[in-house]
Every structure is written in structure tokens, then in C-alpha cells.
């Protein structure tokens, strides 16, 4: 995904252009994960699984730990700061399961397809221990382990630890228990501060971009949605460890951070001038870092936009001009019975308020067709919110039943042929949408932060203002650098460009 060759980059930043067998159940929320459909390349969820990269280099006395992370930016974050707590202990991240002491599946329960593929890895990891690593550890964390807990084990023995997402930071404790094999454990902690209080305050960065988390957990309570129940209640991180944080990435080459959280913009705390700071002020303050270049944040919900983050939008020059605002639906009844407490006019109003603020914003959103009792009319009301609004990137999902979620026994379910029309006809739209904006590009010169290489030989691959995927022609020495390139064609999820 990213490069690894910090030295470049800091050298050339100046010159830029611009028991028994133990079990241990330790329970501790989002997720945002894959689309029906090919998933556009400018979004920062991510599709398919990521695996942590080597922080240390395994030697004789080194174990090696694989961590494989299904769903959002916030396991992606998570999955490294696993490895973080691990490195000090001697484990070496490794990129394949095969020889690995200890596997961590870092899951996502969003949605039904994304739970189950957990089971069908488990099943071949199972499959793997039995015939050529009979010691390995099997560690399942992240929301699935949160929210199925104990069955987990029982549907999936091969499974030594459950861990929710948050109780990372006992990671070292949980291995030696399961080491000493002392028995069943099963703790079920739910405590976001501690975790954050006991990661390690440095944290080794990977590449030239970066996730922060300042915000974790939802109190929405969205009826389809399973994360208030698998990540908690909205908890902000502390404005100093924030900074902290983000002074140690920047030390380590990175220049771009994108804040996250399950609804970013609820993120309020206490500022250092005794007043009580929203994004926007954590925003400003963290811009002032040397070395970072480049901020987003993401996920927002309509109710915590506020005018001192639009505002922001304006006048803090490195936010990048990019908002993922999700709407979900585009009729106020559907609106009303997922329980997103807010309206489309008030929706609608929003984005005008945001693009008076940042004009060329791209705008992106995530769609879910076929809640229960959504009508022919009901969902016409998202078709004309997508055509009103206009996206330049897009997710959306077909409605997934989730046990436990008030959606889960509403009556008129829909059934599975109309959510695969509506959705195949709200794509083709979003679709030519993202097709158009990107084609909008053409002619237009965009400062890239160049990432690594592409698959092509002596391509390069960035991300543009906009997170557009751009590939272009340059030499390697730019890997790390914000360099200028004239977009020359487009298609719908990427950006071709050539270097000024
Ligand atoms: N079914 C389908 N999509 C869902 N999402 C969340 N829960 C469900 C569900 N039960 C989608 C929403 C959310 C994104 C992260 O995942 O669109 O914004
Ligand atoms: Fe889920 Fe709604 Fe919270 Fe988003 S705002 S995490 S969709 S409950």
C-alpha cells in the first residue's frame, strides 16, 4: 500500500513542490466495509483485507505475528497499534500466515457477508495449524469478537483469544495467559480511555499517510447499525495525546493524517486554552505540527456538522477539499425509521453550507437500499437526492439484517431481488457521477502526494486533493513528496496524470 523508504522522504522534504488449552475471551465497535459493487478507489474504506506490515525484523529469538484486518480505517488503525504493543514483547509482524506464531484476525461485523468470511478464514487457518504449525496462537479481535464473544470459540476451537477492540493494550497479558495455559478467560472490558492511556505513546509509522484515531464509538444507535454495540459510547482522546501522536508520525516522514473516528465530528474535549474544543479547533492546532502537510477526517454524521468545522473547511489551507458525510436515504420516513435523527432538507442545507465554504469540495456519502418498509417512492427520494447533491465517490450497500438491531424485527422486510435492482440502479448512477467528476479533472494540475510505486514498472501511484488514486510517470526519489501532475485522463475510481 504505502512505501517503506522513510529516508527518502526526509531527505528530499525541503525540495518539495509544494489453558488446559486457555482460552481467553477479552471483550471490549466500526466498521465500514465493502461495497456490492467495484469499490470506487478514492474512499478511504477499505475492501480488501490489509495485513500489518514487519515493525521489527524477525531474527532467531523474534516470534512473528500476522495480523489480517478486515473493514474500516479504524481496525486498519487499531491493527497497527497491535503491533506496536506486540513489537516490544518480540513480535515481528510478517506479511503471511504460514510460518507465524500468532495469527490476529482483526474483524468487522457490519454486515452479515463481512462476519461470516471471518469463519472461512478461521476454517483455513484451522486447516494450517493442524497440518504444519500445530503451536500457533489464533487471536480473533475487532467487532466480531465483540459482538459473538464466547460463540466464536464454540463455532471456531481453533480460536485461542477473543479480544474486543478495546483491549488491545492487554494483548501481552493475554498471550502470556494463554502461554501458561491456565484456564479459560473471559473478560468483557469496555473502557476506551484505559486503552488509550496504556498504548504506547510512540507508534511506528508506515508510509507517508497516516490514520489517528481522536474519537471512538457511537451514540446514534442507527437501527440498522451494529456498532454502538460493538465499539460503545462516543469517547474523545485528549487534545495532547492527539498531538502527540501526530508529532511522532511526523518525525517519522509522514505528511499526511487523517483523523478518525466512528463520528469524527462529535469529537469535542477539553482545548490547552481551558476551552472546550470540536474538530474544527483540533484541526487548526494539529496543522500547526511541522512536517505535516495534508488533514482529512472522516467519518461525520449530518447532527455533528457544525459552523466551526465548515468554517475550517475554509480557512485552514492543508484540510484537503474531501467530506464523507453519509445520508443513508434520501426519504424522510426511511430517514426517520433508521432513526438518523435528522432530515434530507437538513441534509441538503448542510452540503450548501459546506460547498459555500470550500467550493471545489468532493463529496462523498454512503447509500443503503432496501431498509425495511422502504417503498418504490421511498427510494426514488435517494435517486433524487443523489442527482441533487451529486457524489464524487460513493458506498452503498444492499440493507443486512443484523441480530440484535431494532431493524433486524421491524415488519416489511424487503425482499432480496428489489434491494439488487434499487442498488444496481442507485450505482449506475453514483457511478457515472464519480465518472464525471473525475473527467471534471482533466486539464487541471493537482498536487499528489505520492505513496509508492504503481503496478506498472516506473509508474507512481498518489492521491490527489480529492484522495482520487493518481498514477503517473516519475522516478522513485518522489515517493514521499507533494509533487504537481496535469491529469490527462480519468476513469471512474483513478486518475492518470503526467509530472510538470
Ligand atoms: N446493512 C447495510 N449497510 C450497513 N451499514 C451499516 N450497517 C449496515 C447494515 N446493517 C453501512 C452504512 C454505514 C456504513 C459504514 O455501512 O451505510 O454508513
Ligand atoms: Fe452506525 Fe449510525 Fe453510529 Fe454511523 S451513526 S456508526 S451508522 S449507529
Redesign the pocket.
Known sequence: MSPRDKTASRDSRSSTKTARKSTVLDIGR?VTAAASKPRPATHLNVEAPTIAKPRITPGKNTKSVFIKTYGCQMNVYDSERMADVLAPIGYAAVDKPDDADLVILNTCHIREKAAEKVYSELGRIRQHKERNKPDMKVAVAGCVAQAEGAEIKRRAPVVDMVLGPQTYHKLPEMIARVSRETGDVLETEFDTIEKFDALPAGRQAKGYSAFLTVQEG?D???T??V??YTRGAEVSRPVEQIVAEARSLASQGVREITLIG??VDAYHADGPDGAEWGLGELIRHVAKIGGIDRLRFT?S?PRDMDDGLIETLSTEPKLMPYLHL?IQAGSDRVLHAMNRGHSYAHYRDLIAKVRAARPDIALSGDFIVGFPGETDEDFEATMNCVREIGYASSFSFKYSTRPGTPGATLPHQVPEAVKSERLKRLQDLLYTQQREWNESLIGKTLDVLVEGHAKEPGRLFGRSPYLTGTHFDGPDDLIGQIVPVTITSAGVNSLVGALV
Open positions: 466500526p457511537c446514534k444507535f442507527c440498522f447499525c456498532v454502538p466512528q463520528n467519518t454524521h453519509p
